[in-house]
């Protein structure tokens, strides 16, 4: 028994690499060609809108192929999709390169994005069939660095082959790396999920649990969120906070901090802790003590030299008192006494 379990948990973190080296595929071909968009304009004899718009038609399929693939992994296990989606990632990089017409790049791009999403979903889906708790934690972390991380060094690996080769030989790298990523998929990734933990495709019951998650407040929310923070700039974003301040907030929440910074809102406020108030933490508070802050350390050394103006007076004027002088006072104060 020992012996197995040292076998499986041997497997299972020479899962990870593996599936580090699947992630970044569902970016990198998003914006590795973008340094070679002003040579695609005149190679395809088009406008800088319609080469624009084929990192659009990737994200377009990239996002509905979110949920299909999801039940695809489910249903046929997730070796065979992951390699069904790199098959198709390399082929509609090979015919993006060969591409003649801006038309025709849309909508190889748009199929190149469903390649792109089985890399996405499916490494998730491994990690989650082999990790639980605190280690699928540590794993998704991992992963999401590597798929970060991709968007940000792709457009300067895609500018550095654009100047050697041309934006097809972008396209061509993407299908050679991918390729050699599937070869990886073929000899070393097991299959995580076996036949008897598979599910058969249920419409209802698929239609159930997207009716379930799409009624979700919280997880609308963050769908909105992230769909909408690439299109809008920082100023409109800091807008709308400010009038959600302004407007959607309790009055009692605009009340100026004293002392410290509020540990949460129920401690500091007159509101409750189930408020829609609490859950975002208030900037203007900080403002507000960090003003307060900024008012009390600047008053404090003019107080202070206040005092230490007034004890420096009181000591020369204590110094500045002759020898004769107070000689003369002692004998009137005896004389008195007298």
């Not at 100047?163 to 972008?170: A, D, F, N, Q």
């Not at 007159?270 to 933490?281: D, G, N, T």
Request: hydrophobic residues 50%; contains cysteine.
């Amino acid at each position: 028994m020992t012996a197995l379990a040292s076998d499986a948990g041997r497997a299972r973190s020479g899962i990870v690499p593996i599936l580090l080296c699947v992630v970044p595929f569902s970016q990198i071909p998003l914006d590795a060609y973008t340094p070679g968009l002003p040579q695609m304009v005149v190679d395809l004899a088009t406008d800088s809108a319609s080469m624009q718009n084929t990192v659009t038609a990737y994200m377009l399929g990239m996002s509905l192929a979110l949920v299909p693939v999801g039940i695809a992994s489910d249903t046929l296990g997730r070796r065979n999709v992951l390699l069904a989606g790199l098959s198709v990632l390399i082929a509609m990089s090979i015919a993006c390169a060969l591409a003649t017409s801006a038309s025709l790049l849309l909508g190889l791009r748009f199929l190149q994005g469903v390649g792109g999403c089985t890399c996405l979903v499916v490494a998730y889906a491994v990690a989650a069939d082999c990790y639980r708790g605190r280690e699928l934690t540590a794993i998704s972390g991992l992963l999401g660095a590597a798929w970060g991380l991709a968007p940000v060094l792709a457009p300067a690996a895609g500018g550095f082959i654009v100047e050697l080769t041309s934006w097809r030989g972008v396209f061509i790298i993407i299908a050679i790396a991918a390729a050699i990523v599937a070869a990886i998929v073929v000899f070393l990734l097991p299959e995580t999920l076996p036949a008897e933990r598979r599910a058969p495709f249920d419409p209802r019951r698929t239609a159930g649990i997207l009716r379930e998650a799409l009624v979700r407040p919280g997880f609308l929310a963050f769908v909105l969120v992230f769909a909408a923070s690439p299109s809008l700039p920082r100023s409109s974003l800091r807008s709308s906070y400010s009038f959600y301040l302004r407007r959607c907030r309790p009055s009692g929440v605009h009340r100026s901090i004293r002392a410290a910074p509020p540990v949460s809102c129920a401690k500091h406020l007159s509101v409750p802790a189930s408020s829609p108030s609490c859950w975002s933490l208030p900037r203007q508070r900080v403002r507000n003590w960090r003003s307060a802050s900024s008012r009390r350390s600047s008053t404090r050394p003019a107080s202070a030299i206040r005092r230490r103006s007034t004890a420096s007076s009181r000591s020369a004027s204590a110094a500045s008192i002759s020898p004769a002088s107070s000689a003369a006072r002692i004998s009137r104060a005896s004389c008195r006494r007298a």
